[in-house]
């Protein structure tokens, strides 16, 4: 089992909280394209086994159009095996989705989407510097279910400073209401160079607040829950039989080839990634070379992987495999730290092991570090 992301880097314009790689040209699309296509062909005997999942991420894979998207299809098909029934998903934005693009996305295979709505809220799209409005979003979405598309997804961002609880609570129900398969949830975060970062450095943005983000991924986790979907991943619900295989593969360990600028791919723990820039990295591909870095995960780092990634499924981390895996002396320590956790009721132990609890799944990433082996 394997899979295949594409980052295509281009948006319409630069959300102020995005720090992914990114830009609002539009001179050089089909060049891009063409550069990510020969990177599929120079890297096709990398993975052997039949791709299941395919994932168009970006920046904004809609942007591009559809059939830029069918000449990448074409090329996985022509150097790849790929397994009967793959996965394949598209990160789509509300403002670029139209019933004619919809119906080639379609017959061209794409069968899943991740839609950028990020709030049904007008105020806090614009706070966002979304290039969407509200209305947009409702009617992408009547236009992809028309279209015949059951599986998608879509993005929403809580704890936007200026977004009170009630307003968090309107988005969820909205979500619900609309019957989404499945939803990928993520509490603002801000990063270094990143123009919101700027802002609220200058005073010109108001500081987020951390206890209302914990405030509002309770709520999050109390409304899905009781309208059946499954918190299967700290940011992620999926409604019975629409959890997201590509991203379910990654957390698994499952080998993946990413293509395109700042992609990253992982096979027997070698992680490497494309460079972040557009430019040279056209012109190497345009040479037959791949621009990248890499590095061999040391027997400490893949422990440490293992820790941060099965923290966030709800299946938790293994105390069997930590023993099996990096010996005794890990389990111990890794035991001390969990009881710690276990009376600051962030994690709760369970039969092979440990999960985070509720209260714990919001402070997931600074437990996670605790526990890492330095
Ligand atoms: C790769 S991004 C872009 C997807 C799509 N092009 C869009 O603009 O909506 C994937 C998702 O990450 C989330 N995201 C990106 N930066 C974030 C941040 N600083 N804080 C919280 N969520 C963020 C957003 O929900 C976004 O839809």
């Known amino acids: 089992m394997s899979g295949i992301y594409i980052h295509i880097p281009f948006c319409k314009k630069a959300c102020h909280y995005c720090n992914f790689h990114f830009s609002t040209s539009s001179d050089y699309r089909e060049r891009m394209v063409h550069a990510i296509a020969e990177e599929l062909r120079l890297r096709k005997d990398e993975i052997n086994e039949p791709i299941q999942t395919i994932y168009f991420g970006g ?26 029934s793959p996965e394949i998903t598209m990160e789509a934005n509300p403002d670029d989705i139209t019933k004619e ?23 806090h799209l614009e706070w966002m510097n979304r290039a969407h409005n509200a209305s947009q979003s409702l009617s992408c979405i009547d236009i992809i279910r028309s279209t015949g598309f059951e599986n998608f997804s879509i993005d929403l961002i809580y704890g936007t400073p200026g977004q009170s609880t009630n307003d968090w609570k309107g988005d969820l129900e909205k979500a619900i209401a609309l019957n989404i398969p499945h939803l990928s949830c993520y509490a603002l975060t801000v990063e270094e160079q990143t123009p919101l970062f700027h802002l609220i450095e200058g005073g010109k943005k108001e500081k987020v607040n ?45 080998p993946y080839l990413g293509v395109g600028p700042s992609a990253h791919s992982f096979q027997n723990n070698l992680r490497s990634w494309n460079i972040s820039n557009n430019i040279s990295y056209m012109q190497s591909i345009e040479k037959h070379a791949r621009p990248f870095e890499s590095e061999i995960l040391s027997d400490i780092d893949q422990l440490n992987e293992y820790i941060m990634t099965k ?64």
Do not use: C
């Open 101 to 123: 693009y919809a119906a080639d996305w379609k017959s061209m295979g794409i069968n899943r989407f991740s839609i950028g709505v990020q709030s049904f809220s007008n105020i």
């Open 311 to 374: 923290l966030r499924l709800e299946e938790g981390i293994n105390s069997n495999i930590i023993m099996m895996k990096w010996g005794d002396d890990q389990l111990t320590r890794i035991t001390k730290l969990m009881n710690r956790f276990i009376q600051e009721d962030k994690v709760e132990k369970i039969q092979e092991g440990w999960k985070l609890t509720k209260h714990g799944k919001f402070f997931a990433d600074g437990i996670a570090s605790a526990l890492f082996q330095v």
């Open 210 to 254: 951390s206890d209302l983000q914990a405030e509002q991924f309770n709520l999050l986790v109390d409304i899905t829950n009781a309208a059946d979907y499954d918190h299967y991943e700290i940011s992620n619900f999926a409604l019975p039989g629409m959890k997201s295989k590509h991203n379910s593969a990654y957390w698994n360990g499952v």
């Open 59 to 84: 920046g904004t894979p809609s942007i591009v159009e559809p059939s830029q998207i069918e000449l990448l299809l074409d090329a996985i098909d022509k150097h790849y095996s790929i397994d009967t």
